[in-house]
């Protein structure tokens, strides 16, 4: 049964599938594709044949490794490329529930308009689960930082943003706030019921190394789940399902 589950994981289209051919039509061998991530030989087969769950750290080393954008692994529809003369004019329309899920302990993302590659910003749906910094860190080790800018509007709820330079401030629905991203901060929940926010991330530079390597870390103690410890972090595709209340 596990292994018709294996094969059923791998049909065309899944993202397993679609990593397999990219590295293929790129003639790179599992070995060549292992030094480019850092992730074992043994780990890239099996998230290849879907054995294994793709989390945000594994795709976004992967999407670097072979030099694509990390949607088209999650969502690989075809792009029609632009001729001379043709206007830009990209657009996409995300329906309710729709995007690409990624979960932690202290945030659930739906992230926005991923069948458009080479974005410029990064769109997304939050909900904040974590309420104490001290919760937060103990999946983060402290405030989180990456390379760029980024800007969120509160919808639901109220949140307490941290920040390394500033006091903490409450934000509620109908706020908004912009910031640098390379200064340390967290969002934490302030209210009962949910809370969520639009936010929308603009990296600096092409290359987010400290980004990868924040989820990579996560993702290695969140995977102390073999122990029964914790839950590790997933990516995963949703359409109508996808935005559900945090339980």
Request: proline share 4%; aromatic share 6%.
């Amino acid at each position: 049964m596990k292994a018709n589950g294996q094969k059923l994981a791998a049909v065309a289209g899944s993202p397993g599938a679609t990593i397999r051919a990219l590295r293929l039509g790129k003639g790179l061998t599992l070995a060549q594709v292992s030094e480019r991530t850092g992730l074992a030989v043994s780990t890239l087969s099996k998230l290849e044949i879907g054995s294994v769950s793709l989390s945000y750290d594994k795709l976004m080393l992967i999407s670097k490794g072979l030099g694509v954008d990390m949607a088209s692994l999650v969502d690989p529809k075809p792009q029609t490329a632009r001729g001379i003369g043709m206007a830009a004019g990209r657009r996409t329309v995300q329906r309710a529930g729709e995007g690409q899920l990624v979960e932690t302990h202290s945030y659930r993302q739906m992230y926005l308009a991923t069948e458009l590659l080479n974005k410029k910003m990064t769109p997304m749906f939050v909900e904040i689960r974590a309420r104490t910094l001290e919760e937060f860190s103990r999946e983060f080790g402290g405030l989180i930082r990456h390379p760029g800018e980024e800007f969120t509007f509160v919808i639901e709820g109220e949140l307490d943003f941290l920040s390394e330079l500033y006091a903490p401030v409450r934000l509620r629905a109908g706020d908004s706030i912009y910031f640098d991203s390379e200064m340390g901060h967290a969002y934490l929940k302030a209210s009962e019921g949910p809370c969520r926010l639009v936010c929308s991330c603009v990296p600096r530079g092409e290359d987010d190394e400290q980004l990868a390597d924040m989820f990579v870390k996560v993702s290695t103690r969140n995977e102390l789940d073999a122990t029964g410890a914790a839950t590790p972090v997933r990516a995963k595709a949703s359409r109508k399902a996808g935005v559900k209340r945090a339980r």
